[in-house]
């Protein structure tokens, strides 16, 4: 289990790309907006640190979390995107819905990944409760949208010293 006060979006700023060649699209969940905003937020902060120019940075938001595997095949099909970021909060309920959704919404961005053989960094927050999303949206556990934009970065990378 994480202590309660660890940033786990720490990273070493020298292990990262240059992006300033990449192009990224991010699909980000319009439900929990007051949240997704703040993980889109920290996506973008960091590519664009990371040298990605804002020009190549494309944002389209979809209603739920589910809609998040469609917005990202639609991304992965453009041939200039190199890589996706997909973003979206399910906060458990009293009901299994949250159950369909994270499965759904997970499997789908697995299978856009090895469709297209393209990085879809997992910004998708699963928990129990709104605090703990919050708390992984900038909050005392950091930012989950650095830690997506960070791992597309590097995918991206290794990618392209393979082809």
């Not at 020298?14 to 192009?23: L, M, T, V, Y």
């Amino acid at each position: 289990m994480a202590t309660s006060l660890k940033n786990l979006s720490a990273f070493d700023k020298d292990s990262i790309p240059n992006g300033a060649d990449f192009s990224i699209g991010i699909v980000v969940s319009e439900w929990n907006d007051h949240i997704t905003s703040k993980l889109l937020e920290g996506s973008v902060e960091t590519l664009l640190s990371a040298g990605v120019k804002e020009s190549n940075i494309q944002i389209h938001q979809v209603p739920g979390a589910f809609e998040l595997p469609l917005g990202a095949q639609w991304f992965a099909q453009n041939d200039k995107i190199d890589g996706i970021i997909a973003i979206g909060v399910v906060i458990q309920g009293e009901t299994r819905h949250f159950d369909f959704v994270c499965s759904g919404a997970t499997q789908g961005i697995v299978d856009v990944t090895l469709k297209y053989n393209k990085p879809v960094g997992f910004c998708l927050l699963t928990d129990n409760t709104e605090q703990q999303s919050i708390d992984r949206a900038g909050g005392k556990h950091g930012n989950k949208g650095v830690e997506a934009a960070v791992t597309v970065l590097k995918m991206i990378e290794l990618k392209k010293t393979l082809d």
